[in-house]
């Protein structure tokens, strides 16, 4: 896929959140003021595989238990599983909400967008306004949306917005403008909820973990892929492979009795690593076979985001007890030049996936139990620039995707001509933390305010039907 451009901003934001997953380390500020990100300071423990680079690692900030302990805790969350499920899928890199719902009805849009302007009927008009329309590689959201399974929020995020990738993006991570919150808000929702024995309950599909799922005292997990789950060895495979494997569990049994500290957590985390490989083993290709590719139904990539959601899908029509995940892009809609072109590829792979994958939910009949909130750090600015791309901007777009969703518009589109704040930005007209509030409330039942600072004062937004 043709990945868009992306401002140094956006790449330093990226190392530096790399950096999240060394175990137990500080990070070093890059710019004045940039936030620490959530999650700097958790342990991570695990394997680091030479061959496919991170599969599997369980972060947490207190002592893992044994590998009995947590398989028991595991199958007893597994049995009573079946609560609902909340998928946060980033789009990385500020997408420009302008394209994805774009306001041909405004009489200034075409003063605004001199070469990005598209024609009104270009693509789906858009039920609820008017004045808006889908792009046309947003048609499966359209369909979604007409089906009252997504709940449109056009101009979505908070006042006295930042225009960093970094602190923005940190901001919707923690769940409150704070710069020193190292916990994620979905990771603070686990550590009220969750248990000391499933790390499954947060899940993270990448190779680092979310700082949305940083939590303060439970673990949470971060795999790349199911299929990808193994403890390679060069020259080893067969029946030495299983040996290797019963010898990785006996040497984490003595692990966890010895006296050295050292000792003890490397056979906590063979233990545990040897407990999940279990678990996923039927998600892995037969000897000498390569990882199935996603049902037909997603579409096909290089990258590895439709493989990722296919993944969500499968594992939670497993049973396995999860609550929280996260999935980021692979496209990076940070568009600052000749936007045209990689935009439509990001938005048609994402739209194309999001439709699949609820689809997919459907189908397994998990889709009441779960809910897909798709959001990205800020929108970009209504006047494109001189290199035909959209630099940053303030309210973006956000969407809530499920068949419990309310499948209404939350906010509204305010116009161009009295929208737009002194610096020419589009202007909030829904708060994310209310969002996130609503959330919590109606699909987790779960009072808002230990986990969402300033819960009391925000506005609740109907979310879930």
Same mark, same amino acid.
């Given at each position: 896929?043709?990945?868009?451009?992306?401002?140094?901003?956006? +790449?330093?934001?990226?190392? @530096?959140?790399?950096?999240?997953?060394?175990?137990?380390?500080?990070?070093?500020?890059?710019?004045?003021?940039?936030?620490?990100? =959530?999650?700097?300071?958790?342990?991570?423990?695990?394997?680091?595989?030479?061959?496919?680079?991170?599969?599997?690692?369980? #972060?947490?900030?207190?002592?893992?238990?044994? =590998?009995?302990?947590?398989?028991?805790?595991?199958?007893?969350?597994?049995?009573?599983?079946?609560?609902?499920?909340?998928?946060?899928?980033?789009?990385?890199?500020?997408?420009?909400? @302008?394209?994805?719902?774009?306001?041909?009805?405004?009489?200034? #849009?075409?003063? #605004?967008?001199?070469?990005?302007? /598209?024609?009104?009927?270009?693509?789906?008009?858009?039920?609820?306004?008017?004045?808006?329309?889908?792009?046309?590689?947003?048609?499966?959201?359209?369909? /979604?949306?007409?089906?009252?399974?997504?709940?449109?929020?056009?101009?979505?995020?908070?006042?006295?917005?930042?225009?960093?990738?970094?602190?923005?993006?940190?901001?919707?991570?923690?769940?409150?403008?704070?710069?020193?919150?190292?916990?994620?808000?979905?990771?603070?929702?686990? !550590?009220?909820?969750?248990?000391?024995?499933?790390?499954?309950?947060?899940?993270?599909?990448? !190779?680092?973990?979310?700082? =949305?799922? =940083?939590?303060?005292?439970?673990?949470?997990?971060?795999? !790349?892929?199911?299929?990808?789950?193994?403890?390679? +060895?060069?020259?080893?495979?067969?029946?030495?492979?299983?040996?290797?494997?019963?010898?990785?569990?006996?040497?984490?049994?003595?692990?966890?009795?010895?006296?050295?500290?050292? @000792?003890?957590?490397?056979?906590?985390?063979?233990?545990?690593?040897?407990?999940?490989?279990?678990?996923?083993?039927?998600?892995?290709?037969?000897?000498?076979?390569?990882?199935?590719?996603?049902?037909?139904?997603?579409?096909?990539?290089?990258?590895?985001?439709?493989?990722? @959601?296919?993944?969500?899908?499968?594992?939670?029509?497993?049973? /396995?007890?999860?609550?929280?995940?996260?999935?980021? +892009?692979?496209?990076?809609?940070?568009?600052?030049?000749?936007?045209?072109?990689?935009?439509?590829?990001?938005?048609?792979?994402?739209?194309?996936?999001?439709?699949?994958?609820?689809?997919?939910?459907?189908?397994?009949?998990?889709?009441?139990?779960?809910? +897909? /909130?798709?959001?990205?750090?800020?929108?970009?600015?209504?006047?494109?620039?001189?290199?035909a791309g959209t630099d940053h901007g303030a309210a973006g777009c956000a969407f809530v995707i499920g068949t419990r969703a309310a499948g209404t518009m939350i906010g509204e589109w305010p116009g161009l001509a009295s929208g737009l704040d002194?610096?020419?930005?589009?202007?909030?007209?829904?708060?994310?933390?209310?969002?996130?509030?609503?959330?919590?409330?109606?699909?987790?039942?779960?009072?808002?305010?230990?986990?969402?600072?300033?819960?009391?004062?925000?506005?609740?937004?109907?979310?879930?039907?």
């Open positions: 896929m043709d990945r868009a451009c992306s401002c140094n901003d956006f +790449t330093r934001s990226a190392l @530096m959140r790399r950096g999240v997953a060394a175990a137990g380390a500080g990070l070093p500020a890059i710019e004045p003021g940039m936030p620490t990100p =959530a999650g700097t300071g958790l342990s991570r423990r695990g394997f680091l595989l030479s061959s496919a680079g991170l599969v599997l690692s369980v #972060y947490g900030a207190g002592r893992l238990l044994d =590998a009995p302990a947590f398989e028991a805790g595991v199958a007893a969350a597994a049995e009573a599983g079946s609560g609902p499920v909340l998928v946060s899928v980033y789009l990385q890199g500020g997408i420009d909400s @302008m394209s994805v719902l774009y306001p041909a009805g405004d009489p200034l #849009y075409g003063q #605004y967008r001199t070469s990005l302007a /598209l024609a009104a009927g270009a693509g789906p008009a858009f039920s609820e306004d008017p004045r808006l329309f889908w792009h046309p590689l947003a048609a499966p959201l359209a369909q /979604l949306h007409s089906e009252g399974k997504v709940s449109v929020m056009p101009t979505i995020g908070y006042s006295d917005p930042n225009q960093s990738h970094f602190t923005s993006r940190h901001f919707w991570e923690v769940g409150a403008t704070q710069a020193d919150l190292l916990t994620g808000w979905m990771g603070r929702y686990l !550590d009220i909820v969750g248990t000391a024995d499933n790390p499954l309950q947060g899940l993270c599909l990448d !190779d680092s973990l979310s700082p =949305a799922l =940083a939590t303060a005292k439970l673990p949470v997990a971060t795999i !790349d892929l199911p299929s990808d789950y193994s403890v390679w +060895t060069q020259g080893v495979w067969g029946p030495p492979q299983t040996i290797m494997y019963n010898a990785f569990e006996a040497l984490g049994h003595v692990g966890v009795r010895s006296r050295d500290v050292g @000792m003890m957590a490397s056979g906590q985390a063979a233990l545990m690593s040897s407990t999940l490989r279990r678990q996923l083993l039927p998600f892995q290709p037969a000897d000498g076979q390569s990882a199935p590719a996603p049902p037909s139904s997603y579409p096909t990539a290089t990258d590895e985001f439709p493989a990722r @959601m296919a993944a969500v899908a499968e594992l939670l029509g497993a049973g /396995l007890p999860i609550n929280c995940v996260s999935v980021s +892009t692979d496209s990076v809609f940070d568009t600052h030049e000749s936007q045209a072109a990689p935009f439509a590829a990001g938005l048609g792979e994402a739209a194309q996936t999001l439709y699949a994958f609820q689809r997919d939910l459907e189908a397994r009949g998990l889709a009441d139990r779960v809910l +897909t /909130l798709v959001w990205s750090e800020f929108g970009r600015r209504p006047q494109e620039n001189g290199s002194p610096l020419g930005n589009l202007t909030e007209t829904a708060d994310f933390r209310s969002l996130y509030c609503s959330l919590i409330e109606q699909w987790f039942a779960h009072e808002a305010a230990p986990i969402i600072p300033g819960a009391s004062t925000l506005a609740r937004v109907r979310v879930v039907k």
